[in-house]
Structures are given as structure tokens and as C-alpha cells.
């Protein structure tokens, strides 16, 4: 069993709503995490090549660089929360062939991580 972990940053505003509160919109280095794996290895000894993952990590998010996620689909009308932003990357992630999504991460700030695993 093998995995791989690939990160993929970018910067973007939000303003997050808590107990009907909304945050003032501030800007995160947002960080996504992700980790993809699989049983065996190919004739070159990996996994997968990791900037297959890169790009389809940046394919995702690419839409959110230098953003504001609160005017960008689907977080105008949901709270792009960590949890909501890990959920919606890994719902539209497309990972290479032999290889399944895991997991992904994404923090906000230094030492607030959320993420979605694969159940």
C-alpha cells in the first residue's frame, strides 16, 4: 500500500458566518493537502506522477486565486468554511487513473486544519 501527499496553495478572501454572525472578510495563504493512494507501483516505480496531482488540484482551484470565495460558486449561497472548501475540492478532484483520493486538507491558518476523509 502506498500513498502520496501533494499541497497546493493560494491566497483568497472569505468571511465565514458562525451562530448567525457573520466575519468581517479577511484574506487566508490557503494550504489543500492532498492525498491520493493505491496498492501497487508501475514499471517506473510510482505510485502516479505527482503533477498529475498537482494539476488537478490547481484545476479546482484555480477559480479561487486571489478571490473572494464568498462570490465564488458553490460559497455564494454556502459558508466556505475549511470543512466546506475540503469537501467541495474532494467532490471535484479528478485523480489519475489506479490511484483513489484518500483524503483532503486544507488550512486556513497556521495549525487549523480540516479535513475530508474518505469513509
Same mark, same amino acid.
Given at each position: 500500500? +502506498?500513498?502520496?501527499?501533494?499541497?497546493?496553495? +493560494?491566497?483568497?478572501?472569505?468571511?465565514?458566518?458562525?451562530?448567525?454572525v457573520p466575519e468581517a472578510p479577511h484574506e487566508h495563504r490557503w494550504?489543500?493537502?492532498?492525498?491520493?493512494?493505491?496498492?501497487?507501483?508501475?514499471?517506473?516505480?510510482?505510485?502516479?506522477?505527482?503533477?498529475?496531482?498537482?494539476r488537478a488540484i490547481d484545476a479546482v482551484i484555480d477559480p479561487f &486565486?486571489?478571490?473572494?470565495?464568498?462570490?465564488?460558486?458553490?460559497?455564494?449561497?454556502?459558508?466556505?468554511?475549511?470543512?466546506?472548501?475540503?469537501?467541495?475540492?474532494?467532490?471535484?478532484?479528478?485523480?489519475?487513473?489506479?490511484?483513489?483520493? &484518500?483524503?483532503?486538507?486544507?488550512?486556513?491558518?497556521?495549525?487549523?486544519?480540516?479535513?475530508?476523509?474518505?469513509?
Amino acid at each position: 500500500m +502506498f500513498e502520496l501527499t501533494v499541497q497546493r496553495d +493560494f491566497l483568497a478572501t472569505h468571511a465565514i458566518t458562525i451562530a448567525g454572525v457573520p466575519e468581517a472578510p479577511h484574506e487566508h495563504r490557503w494550504s489543500v493537502s492532498v492525498v491520493v493512494g493505491g496498492d501497487s507501483l508501475d514499471a517506473d516505480g510510482l505510485l502516479c506522477d505527482f503533477h498529475e496531482v498537482q494539476r488537478a488540484i490547481d484545476a479546482v482551484i484555480d477559480p479561487f &486565486r486571489d478571490g473572494d470565495l464568498n462570490e465564488i460558486p458553490p460559497f455564494d449561497k454556502l459558508n466556505p468554511t475549511a470543512e466546506n472548501v475540503a469537501k467541495h475540492i474532494s467532490e471535484l478532484l479528478s485523480v489519475p487513473p489506479g490511484v483513489e483520493l &484518500r483524503s483532503v486538507s486544507v488550512t486556513e491558518a497556521p495549525g487549523c486544519v480540516a479535513t475530508w476523509v474518505r469513509a
